[in-house]
């Protein structure tokens, strides 16, 4: 069953849920790449991985904490005494917590150690003030930005600080968007964006590559289809509820009609 949104669907911002949108995304996208790039190229996925503090974590809890009631117990006089149930704690993490964040790499298949294009698919602690993750990104980004590689930088997160390279002041005079991806290809001045609206599909965008090889067009719009399928999505999203984080009131009115007209509330 695919998503009720022609676009990005905004209940898979959700910080806990986004945990398991940002694999699928960096898998998926790597493969329609490598569907797409000439045969002495190839995609392949990485990984950051890093350890925060559990109160520098900005996933909130995803368990579900179960407290066992007592058994009534016999009373004296032959009934049954119902035990008071203990009220319920606080319960907080005291161990530090391991973040993996994926990106992508386009390699020349004659050496793998050069690196043509890289690809970025943000994660809220890319877009969090002071949060370690944002460093570590940032200093990556700024490695990128002046080097050979083309950067593509995909942003499909409503909330946090502008992270993308483009410069948000010049962005605003372009018109709004929900969601971004940024182009800066290798020692260019400029950045190519792709801005989207909730209310659209996502776009189609280009991933250069190396000398005179011509662009591969990477469709979004498809790959957040696959990993919305892949990961059963449809069976776990609770639609009945407005998402997190909120939208406008103009795209919640419009949301809400749209999850009412497929029976989702």
Known sequence: ????????????????????VHPLLATYAGEALNNLLPPHYVARVGERVYVVEPERSIYPDVAVFRHRLPEPAASAGGGTAVAAPADLPWVLSALPMEIHEYFIEIVP???????????????????????????????????????????????????????????????????????????????????????????????????PLGGEDPDVVLDLQAVITRCYDAGAYARTLDYRRDPDPPLTPEDAAWADALLRERGLR
């Not at 676009?7 to 959700?14: F, V």
């Open 1 to 20: 069953m695919p998503s009720p949104f022609p676009g990005m669907d905004p209940y898979l911002e959700h910080p806990a849920i986004w945990t398991t």
């Open 109 to 207: 298949v004659a050496d793998q150690s050069r690196v043509v294009t890289v690809i970025e698919v943000l994660s809220p602690s890319n877009k969090t003030l002071g949060h370690e993750g944002r460093e570590l990104y940032l200093a990556k980004q700024r490695e990128v930005l002046h080097s050979d590689v083309h950067l593509l930088e995909i942003d499909l997160l409503r909330r946090g600080e502008h992270t993308v390279a483009a410069q948000r002041e010049l962005l605003r005079t372009k018109g709004p968007w929900d969601y971004l991806i940024c182009l800066h290809r290798g020692r260019a001045e400029y950045c190519e964006i792709w801005p989207a609206r909730l209310r659209q599909p996502l776009p189609r965008v280009a991933v």
